[in-house]
């Protein structure tokens, strides 16, 4: 009988071993049952926000977005800009000029018709088009890249037949102007140091100063 009780004894024990091993709470690092494989990624996300190069980047993004109509739309098998588009464009220019520190990207796309090869390559010329046209607006093309093109991979409307939803493109804030003299070690610091200041002034005439304001104009 303790022969037998000895031999469960010992088969429980390495059952128990068996489980902590394939666990890896008993081999495996203090914590590590807890890590689900990103636990460096908030600290990283931290990092980009506290240098402003991910807050600042989206933030005028969405702004561009909301402020100034950010597609163009092309005739069938065409890269060139009608009179709708160029107007769009002079208004995505006139923004463009506001920061001289960012740096924008154009995406070009196109229909579902036609082969992939074919339409990557329009959708390319339709991206370059627009450079061109915010080139002739003053838009130094140091700051202007229309080197990625989706072409029929991502259309707004999914039918195989021709849509002139599909047929665009859509430019986007991508970044800062590294050798800008007022963007630190590629950093935005003067820029939003630029906007503190402007937004404290604002509260300042709002705030302390906001009844004689009001008593001075109307």
């Given at each position: 009988m303790r022969a037998h009780t000895k031999l469960a004894v010992m088969l429980l024990c390495a059952a128990a071993l068996t489980g902590c091993q394939r666990n890896g709470s008993f081999f495996g690092e203090a914590?590590?049952?807890?890590?689900?494989?990103?636990?460096?990624?908030?600290?990283?996300?931290?990092?980009?926000?506290?240098?402003?190069?991910?807050?600042?980047?989206?933030?005028?993004?969405?702004?561009?977005?909301?402020?100034?109509?950010?597609?163009?739309n092309f005739a069938f098998n065409s890269s060139v800009l009608d009179g709708a588009a160029q107007r769009t464009l002079a208004q995505q220019a006139d923004w463009i000029r506001q920061f001289p520190e960012v740096r924008f990207r154009v995406y070009g796309h196109t229909d579902l018709?036609?082969?992939?090869?074919?339409?990557?390559?329009?959708?390319?010329?339709?991206?370059?088009?627009v450079v061109s046209f915010l080139a002739t607006q003053g838009i130094s093309?140091?700051?202007?890249?229309?080197?990625?093109?989706y072409g029929e991979t991502r259309p707004l409307i999914f039918t195989e037949n021709e849509d002139v939803r599909n047929r665009r493109t859509v430019t986007e804030v991508s970044g800062f102007v590294r050798n800008h003299p007022t963007v630190m070690n590629g950093k935005y610091a003067e820029i939003v140091f630029r906007d503190y200041v402007a937004s404290a002034q604002w509260q300042h005439l709002s705030g302390a100063t906001g009844g004689a304001a009001a008593a001075a104009g109307g």
């Open positions: 914590g590590s049952e807890l890590d689900t494989a990103d636990f460096g990624n908030s600290t990283m996300n931290n990092t980009l926000i506290q240098s402003g190069e991910r807050d600042y980047a989206v933030s005028l993004n969405q702004r561009f977005t909301a402020q100034v109509p950010t597609t163009v018709v036609g082969s992939n090869a074919y339409n990557h390559a329009l959708g390319l010329r339709r991206a370059q088009a093309r140091a700051r202007l890249e229309a080197m990625v093109s």
